[in-house]
T-cell receptor, first 114, second 114 residues
Framework: AQKITQTQPGMFVQEKEAVTLDCTYD???????LFWYKQPSSGEMIFLIY??????QNATEGRYSLNFQKARKSANLVISASQLGDSAMYFC???????????FGQGTELSVKP | EAGVAQSPRYKIIEKRQSVAFWCNPI?????LYWYQQILGQGPKLLIQ????????DSQLPKDRFSAERLKGVDSTLKIQPAKLEDSAVYLC????????????FGPGTRLTVT
């Protein structure tokens, strides 16, 4: 079964510190994509970063980086230098090889403290 | 470039009533998705269109939910009759095509069934 697991319902981080949000996935596909989205209280899903299963280097987008460990089936999101505006729900998602739908995890609520 | 548009943003109805949501994807995007996000969970795909054809509706409760994308552009999702458990945010997303393309999400419609 294809599944995304996020084991941290809530996380706290001090402003300007780095934080890691955990994500593990389960799939038998060889080719797949992994995504992280941010959902602020306004409700809109904002794309953060993408990692392809065949990408050898970890993806980075500004303050966001994805720690991809294929053998362990993990795709953790690292946010460096946290800002107050980073407080939101964060969802890890997977797109299996066959088809375009995203399979989402349960999400992690991140709170950044001043 | 204009984003994904959805209306209405909020809707309150009584159980057994009907409701319709509208989505206009980003211009030129061939693939359109409707997701249901129940409070505290990640979004779950209801239906995926490729142009005006249905690609995946395996998780759509077809006895009460219907969706169409007649001209391959905008789409309507309908619920008739609504149940209490249909209370959720309904997110529309679009992508350039199927495969490993980024999905852009609209602001969502928050439905409350009383």
């Amino acid at each position: 079964a294809q599944k995304i697991t996020q084991t941290q319902p809530g996380m706290f981080v001090q402003e300007k510190e780095a934080v890691t949000l955990d994500c593990t996935y389960d799939t038998s596909d060889q080719s797949y994509g992994l995504f992280w989205y941010k959902q602020p209280s306004s409700g809109e899903m904002i794309f953060l970063i993408y990692q392809g299963s065949y990408d050898e280097q970890n993806a980075t987008e500004g303050r966001y980086s994805l720690n991809f460990q294929k053998a362990r089936k993990s795709a953790n999101l690292v946010i460096s230098a946290s800002q107050l505006g980073d407080s939101a729900m964060y969802f890890c998602a997977m797109r299996p090889n066959q088809g375009g739908k995203l399979i989402f995890g349960q999400g992690t609520e991140l709170s950044v403290k001043p | 470039e204009a984003g994904v548009a959805q209306s209405p943003r909020y809707k309150i109805i009584e159980k057994r009533q009907s409701v319709a949501f509208w989505c206009n994807p980003i211009s030129g995007h061939a693939t359109l998705y409707w997701y249901q996000q129940i409070l505290g969970q990640g979004p779950k795909l209801l239906i995926q269109f490729q142009n005006n054809g249905v690609v995946d509706d395996s998780q759509l409760p077809k006895d009460r939910f219907s969706a169409e994308r007649l001209k391959g552009v905008d789409s309507t999702l309908k619920i008739q009759p609504a149940k209490l458990e249909d209370s959720a945010v309904y997110l529309c997303a679009s992508s350039r095509d199927r495969g490993f393309y980024e999905q852009y999400f609209g602001p969502g419609t928050r439905l409350t069934v009383t």
